[in-house]
């Protein structure tokens, strides 16, 4: 176990990109699990700094995907679900949570960008690694923008 703790760390490019993302946006993170594993994971990986809020499933009443889970990370953050998007690697526990919580966006992380075999929960937005999270979301805001000024709303796939 202490081995395995011992080899989680942030990849210098993810520090720097979740710096970054900070100085413009809340962040917060939220993991499911038991409390004392998922702590240590958080200590090991030296990743509290990068974040506004901690919130670990194993310590709330629900975990992901359950929306009441989410509604506790947006009063955290004192912001609306609507302002809020889920970035995440499971569908079934961050997208479809997200989804049931009535985020503003989902956003999968897919790694492999393999095609789910089964094709719910459908993420508004697929990314292959966290490092295009910063373009994303500015894209989004740029679209956000262009839809106030011509009230079109963007599909997915924009």
């Known amino acids: 176990k202490a081995t395995r703790l011992r080899h989680l760390t942030l990849a210098e490019d993810t520090r720097g990109m979740l710096t970054e993302l900070r100085k413009a946006v809340r962040l917060l993170l939220l993991t499911n699990g038991d409390r004392q594993t998922q702590r240590e994971k958080i200590e090991a990986c030296a990743c ?8 670990v499933g194993g310590e709330q009443k629900e975990e992901k995907p359950a929306p009441s889970i989410f509604h506790h990370c947006c009063d955290l953050l004192g912001v609306q679900p609507t302002e809020c998007i889920m970035v995440g690697d499971s569908l079934d526990t961050d997208i479809q949570g997200g ?3 009535g985020l503003k966006a989902t956003v999968w992380l897919n790694k492999t960008m393999t095609t789910p075999l089964d094709t719910a929960p459908v993420p508004h937005y ?3 690694s966290v490092l295009d999270l910063p373009a994303l979301l500015q894209k989004m ?7 106030l000024e011509t009230g079109h709303t963007p599909s997915s796939n924009e």
């Open 48 to 55: 509290q700094p990068y974040f506004d809020a901690i919130v």
């Open 99 to 101: 989804l049931n919580a």
């Open 126 to 128: 697929v990314i292959s």
């Open 141 to 147: 805001d740029n679209n956000t923008n262009t839809n």
